[in-house]
Nanobody, 119 residues
Framework: QVQLVESGGGLVQAGGSLRLSCAAS??????????MRWYRQAPGNQRELVAS???????NYADSVKGRFTISRDNAKNTVYLQMNSLKPEDTAVYYC???????????WGQGTQVTVSS
């Protein structure tokens, strides 16, 4: 069974920073063979892709976070990170970690961590 456990969420003022972590574990789960993603969902909104990082380290970002958020991965620690700078109230959401073996496969999800940005 694969587990993705997010941490690092919390309450921060606008302009502040947070770093989210997602630790992956599970028998026969090869972290370095998976595309890792961060999604977020605000109340009343659909879940949206925030950032992704491929097995080779290529990254992709939503337009709304480009230049402010950075996704990275540490394959030795089975962990993916999301560094969030210059946070805005509209970044308030539950942030979810996702892992999939291919680009179109969203197989594994974490339980989510709340990020709240106050104005």
């Amino acid at each position: 069974q694969v587990q993705l456990v997010e941490s690092g969420g919390g309450l921060v003022q606008a302009g502040g920073s947070l770093r989210l972590s997602c630790a992956a574990s599970g028998s026969y789960f090869s972290f370095d063979a998976h595309v890792m993603r961060w999604y977020r969902q605000a109340p009343g909104n659909q879940r949206e892709l925030v950032a992704s990082i491929t097995r080779g380290g290529s990254t992709n970002y939503a337009d709304s976070v480009k230049g402010r958020f950075t996704i990275s991965r540490d394959n030795a620690k089975n962990t993916v990170y999301l560094q969030m700078n210059s946070l805005k109230p509209e970044d308030t959401a539950v942030y979810y970690c996702n892992a999939g073996p291919t680009a179109g496969n969203l197989k594994y999800w974490g339980q989510g961590t709340q990020v709240t940005v106050s104005s």
